[in-house]
């Protein structure tokens, strides 16, 4: 049996449909899979009525952004929350719109920064109509779209972290974030603790938030899955299992393909009770 419960979809950063993603779990036979696109319920309804359509167990997801201050510096921990049977949405939705207000704002201010400091080729008025989550790599696919004459590695310095055009997005504390998912009735798990830079901190942040789960299972190929499966026994916390597909071509060091990380039956068996699935 496999059991997938990240992946993203076009309404983030994927380059599938949620349909496509039915399709293609499908074929590598998966038999759960969750959509968690990042800061957006969007392509749930999509994602949802593909499942009943083609016979497969979907499972209501989310990637939220959240952040945590090591000494200054900052962490961006995700949270990857699965939705119960009674799961609301509302404060969810609502947060969701707002940031998202910001993070389209943030993109447009960054890429005109980009263009006055780097001179490359962008396009506002696009970027200003799309409904999707704008994120740093959806600013490099507009760029290397918008400038196929450049290589697309030397155009990666400028949505990069270190970039002379960078400008940072709010998000939410982790506490608060984990506190939002639960609220509305979401199973809330920490989504890949090995991407963690300060490895020291993984602790602290499980006793400061509210997870129920963490991603012992991931792509990412230096990923320590018995530390981390210790981490959880330790708190508590179930064990969760995630390939983070984004596309069929991209390198599969840090993201799998669908089904590449999976739980087993009986790792499964509490979550699933949890989260009502048959
Ligand atoms: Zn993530
Ligand atoms: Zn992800």
């Given at each position: 049996?496999?059991?997938?419960?990240?992946?993203?979809?076009?309404?983030?950063?994927?380059?599938?449909?949620?349909?496509?993603?039915?399709?293609?779990?499908?074929?590598?036979?998966?038999?759960?899979?969750?959509?968690?696109?990042?800061?957006?319920?969007?392509?749930?309804?999509?994602?949802?009525?593909?499942?009943?359509e083609l016979n497969l167990n979907t499972i209501e997801g989310i990637e939220l952004t959240t952040y945590y201050n090591d000494?200054?510096?900052?962490?961006?921990?995700?949270?990857?929350?699965?939705?119960?049977?009674?799961?609301?949405?509302?404060?969810l939705s609502n947060y969701l719109k707002e940031i998202n207000k910001k993070r389209k704002n943030r993109a447009l201010e960054?890429?005109?920064?980009?263009?006055?400091?780097?001179?490359?080729?962008?396009?506002?008025?696009?970027?200003?109509?799309?409904?999707?989550?704008?994120?740093?790599?959806?600013?490099?696919?507009?760029?290397?779209?918008?400038?196929?004459?450049?290589?697309?590695?030397?155009?990666?310095?400028?949505?990069?972290?270190?970039?002379?055009?960078?400008?940072?997005?709010?998000?939410?504390?982790?506490?608060?974030?984990?506190?939002?998912?639960?609220?509305?009735?979401?199973?809330?798990?920490?989504a890949h603790p090995c991407l963690v830079k300060n490895q020291l901190i993984v602790e602290t942040i499980i006793k400061l938030?509210?997870?129920?789960?963490?991603?012992?299972?991931?792509?990412?190929?230096?990923?320590?899955?018995?530390?981390?499966?210790?981490?959880?026994?330790?708190?508590?916390?179930?064990?969760?299992?995630?390939?983070?597909?984004?596309?069929?071509?991209?390198?599969?060091?840090?993201?799998?393909?669908?089904?590449?990380?999976?739980?087993?039956?009986?790792?499964?068996?509490?979550?699933?009770?949890?989260?009502?699935?048959?």
């Open positions: 049996m496999k059991i997938d419960l990240h992946c993203h979809s076009t309404f983030s950063d994927g380059v599938l449909t949620p349909r496509e993603l039915v399709l293609r779990a499908k074929a590598n036979n998966v038999d759960y899979l969750a959509l968690t696109d990042h800061d957006t319920l969007l392509g749930l309804p999509d994602f949802m009525n593909s499942g009943k000494n200054g510096k900052t962490e961006h921990i995700h949270c990857v929350g699965l939705a119960k049977k009674d799961a609301k949405k509302d404060s960054m890429l005109s920064r980009i263009h006055d400091i780097y001179g490359y080729t962008v396009n506002l008025d696009e970027i200003s109509k799309t409904n999707s989550v704008i994120t740093r790599k959806s600013m490099l696919d507009h760029l290397v779209k918008e400038n196929s004459n450049i290589d697309p590695q030397v155009l990666r310095i400028s949505t990069s972290l270190d970039s002379k055009a960078y400008v940072p997005t709010k998000y939410i504390k982790v506490e608060d974030g984990t506190r939002l998912l639960k609220e509305n009735n979401f199973f809330v798990i920490f938030s509210t997870f129920d789960g963490i991603e012992v299972k991931y792509s990412y190929i230096y990923n320590d899955e018995q530390h981390f499966k210790g981490i959880a026994q330790k708190y508590n916390l179930l064990f969760s299992a995630g390939s983070d597909f984004h596309s069929p071509t991209e390198s599969q060091k840090k993201h799998g393909d669908i089904g590449s990380s999976t739980l087993n039956e009986d790792e499964f068996k509490p979550m699933k009770e949890i989260l009502n699935l048959k």
